[in-house]
């Protein structure tokens, strides 16, 4: 065989490992952002379930009042979730997805600090808008990082356990923490988580997963405080 023959066809080569990798990671990041991001838009949904009653009596809210503690965030839901859909149409899913998480923090802080029926209202109201943003660009998100095919269809799958899982995991967690006069400790777990989230999708895997358990651990340390703050007052 000639020198010629030897060079004219390049000899195939596997890919390196590390940049094969580095798409799967990033898209396996994705995957686990959106999922837990999802999942606590339903646990804060469900929370006044748990926590309506303890939350009426603190502020004297009246059967009116009581009603709207319950679906405040379902109506900042309906009312923004076609709107977040366009407008990440327009500015992109990721932007309006991170805004939406900021958005659900801020208004799970306004909740948990407010003194009065309105000022709750108010957070809630915000926490729906903010879910509506996370929601409206979830599976947008996990069509942009998995290929059409199976992978996709697992990634779709383990979305939609986070949906189920979170309304189950939102009633429990608001009980757990909801001891006493202690609602707010509920609110400032969500806020907590909510940066959670916000700082897994700027981190790889391996770093966004200690991350997530370094404030699991906080907020459970901040809930306990905050009991100990209503127990002493």
Do not use: H, N
Not at 17 to 27: F, V
Not at 83 to 108: I, K, N, S, Y
Not at 115 to 125: H, V
């Amino acid at each position: 065989m000639t020198a010629s023959g030897t060079t004219g066809r390049p000899s195939p080569s596997a890919p390196p490992d590390r940049p094969a990798t580095a798409p799967e990671d990033a898209a396996a990041r994705t995957l686990a952002v959106v999922s837990v991001s999802t999942l606590l838009v339903l646990a804060t949904f469900v929370t006044p379930l748990a926590t309506g009653v303890r939350t009426a009596a603190t502020f004297g809210t009246g059967p009116a009042g009581q009603a709207w503690l319950l679906s405040a965030m379902s109506v900042g839901l309906a009312a923004a979730l076609l709107v977040a859909g366009a407008v990440a149409d327009q500015t992109g899913r990721r932007r309006t997805f991170v805004a939406g998480l900021v958005l659900m923090a801020l208004g799970a802080v306004a909740a948990a600090a407010a003194g009065s029926t309105g000022l709750f209202l108010a957070g809630r109201l915000l926490e729906g808008v903010g879910g509506a943003a996370v929601l409206a660009c979830s599976m947008g998100l996990i069509s942009a990082a998995f290929p059409l095919g199976p992978a996709r269809a697992r990634a779709a799958a383990v979305w939609g356990a986070s949906v189920g899982a979170g309304t189950g995991i939102g009633g429990l967690l608001a009980v757990a923490v909801d001891t006493g006069s202690g609602w707010r400790a509920s609110y400032a777990v969500t806020a907590v988580l909510g940066m959670a989230a916000l700082a897994m999708s700027a981190v790889s895997l391996t770093v966004a997963a200690w991350i997530l358990g370094v404030v699991v651990v906080a907020a459970l340390a901040t809930a306990a405080w905050l009991k100990t703050i209503d127990m002493t007052l």
